[in-house]
């Protein structure tokens, strides 16, 4: 199969030739036809799995050849995205795609000056990638219109619902016109995402590029215990060993990024982290040096570090883990990319025990257990399985200092390809997640 064969028109082509794209994925061999036909979609794929093109590349062909040309203040298609740097990311895949077309495409979102986006937007915008928030604040600002709009996309939307934009996109969907395509794109589908689905598509088709975890598959993970306070140590010690090269690390906070990266280059060793205490353009420059490899480590929160596209990247390590479990499958998805192999680490303390345990029940594997000698933790982490049970075992007396490691057991395996299989929908993880509420709510002040 070939883009040719899926119906893409000739600008398009010679702009995946020129990026070196010889073969849809899957989602794209999927959702370039279905979108270009006019369907709504309700598609269950990650970033990594080639979503992007997948609903760009049809969203760009209609746009270059139906409809009217925009109107001032106007924008045709929507990609709302949960974060900016996501937002930047897709936008400059867009810009690539749409080479050669004469449309006008452009990415808004929060963070930086909104007058720069208001000017922008005057002559009208054929495509926008926006954040919810933003998108509001020019909308109720009378910088845009949406009298024009004729799709919508959502992208990541388990993840806007995450971060609390269920209330943003209810007005957001709200101002929308009724008749217009719909494409909605997530990781996963809770019962908050399928709400949302049910009353924003129109008999949708299902696309669902499996494994949905299809990032795990080629990641091996495993686990180190360790007491709290040692993991910085723990972080130095391993890096060293293993001669790490190029490492993004996920922190629990925005002060646990600041503490590791201070701690970190205190060392000597080339750190650098992004949170969104930071301003937009510090955290786009962190991310550009990471990604050129001028910084080895780059320290990150899930809301920085989501949907990033970092090619190559071999080590993914959670130096606290997500209190969200399906953050697991999107951090470790960082790595393992485009069919390369990637590597996963988390480093567990006793505390997290039940955050380890949700993740092994929503991916249906039991983490290897890998300790390191000299940092076996003072406070065990108790036994975790697949099936969400944390095994406490009666309190020993203190172990002996005897070879073999007395208490210690490896329950897991190595995750290998194949090996992780994908959460039903019924799963339902420890989560936090906001009810989309479609009816007039108030705002936030
Ligand atoms: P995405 O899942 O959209 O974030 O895409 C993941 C990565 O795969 C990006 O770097 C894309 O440029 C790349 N990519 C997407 N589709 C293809 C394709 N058909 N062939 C080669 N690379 C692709």
Redesign the pocket.
Same mark, same amino acid.
């Given at each position: 199969m070939t883009f040719a064969t899926l119906g893409l028109i000739e600008p398009l082509l010679r702009s995946l030739e020129t990026? *070196?794209? =010889? %073969?849809?994925?899957p989602v =794209?061999a999927q959702a370039i036809p279905a979108v270009l036909a006019g369907r709504d979609l309700m598609a269950a794929a990650q970033? *990594?799995?080639?979503? %992007? !093109?997948g609903f760009a590349l049809p969203l760009l062909q209609l746009l270059a050849m139906e409809g009217p040309k925009v109107s001032a203040n106007s924008v045709r298609a929507l990609i709302l995205v949960p974060t900016r740097e996501l937002a930047e990311q897709v936008h400059e !895949?867009v810009r690539q795609y749409a080479e050669n077309l004469p449309l006008r495409t452009y990415a808004v979102y929060g963070g930086v000056s909104i007058n720069p986006q208001m000017m922008k937007l005057r002559s009208g915008v054929d495509l926008l990638v926006a954040t919810p928030g933003r998108l509001l604040d020019l909308f109720r600002q009378n910088a845009l219109k949406f009298n024009q709009l004729q799709t919508l996309v959502l992208d990541e939307a388990d993840r806007m619902l995450d971060l609390g934009f269920s209330e943003e996109l209810a007005n957001i969907y709200k101002a929308l016109p009724k008749k217009r395509q719909t494409l909605l794109f997530s990781a996963t589908f809770s019962d908050d995402i399928r709400l949302l689905a049910g009353q924003m598509l129109n008999d949708p088709l299902s696309i669902e590029v499996s494994p949905r975890n299809v990032a795990a598959n080629t990641v091996k993970q495993w686990v180190v215990t360790v007491d709290k306070k040692r993991k910085p140590e723990l972080f130095v010690h391993l890096m060293r060993k293993g001669k790490w090269k190029q490492v993004l690390v996920f922190a629990k906070t925005r002060n646990g990024v600041d503490a590791l990266v201070e701690k970190l280059q205190g060392l000597g060793i080339n750190a650098d982290g992004i949170h969104g205490d930071k301003p937009q353009a510090t955290r786009q420059r962190a991310l550009d040096r990471f990604k050129l490899s001028e910084v080895q480590i780059l320290v990150a929160t899930d809301v920085a570090a989501r949907g990033l596209?970092i090619?190559d990247l071999p080590l993914v390590v959670n130096f606290d883990l997500p209190i969200v479990a399906e953050d697991y499958i999107h951090r470790i998805g960082r790595t393992g990319? !485009?069919g390369s192999t990637g590597e996963a680490i988390s480093l567990v303390c006793a505390d997290e025990v039940n955050l380890l345990s949700a993740i092994e029940m929503l991916t249906r594997q039991t983490l290897k257990r890998q300790n390191e000698p000299d940092f076996e933790p003072e406070h065990r982490v108790p036994d975790t399985d697949a099936s969400g049970q944390v095994i406490k075992k009666p309190k020993k007396p203190k172990k002996p200092k005897a070879s073999g490691g007395g208490g210690k057991r490896n329950l897991g395996k190595w995750v290998d390809s194949g090996e992780v299989s994908a959460p039903e929908p019924s799963v339902k993880p420890v989560r936090k997640v906001p009810v989309f509420n479609t009816g007039p709510r108030k705002r936030k002040p």
């Open positions: 990026l *070196g794209y =010889q %073969t849809p994925t =794209q970033t *990594g799995t080639g979503k %992007t !093109a !895949a596209d090619e990319r !485009a």
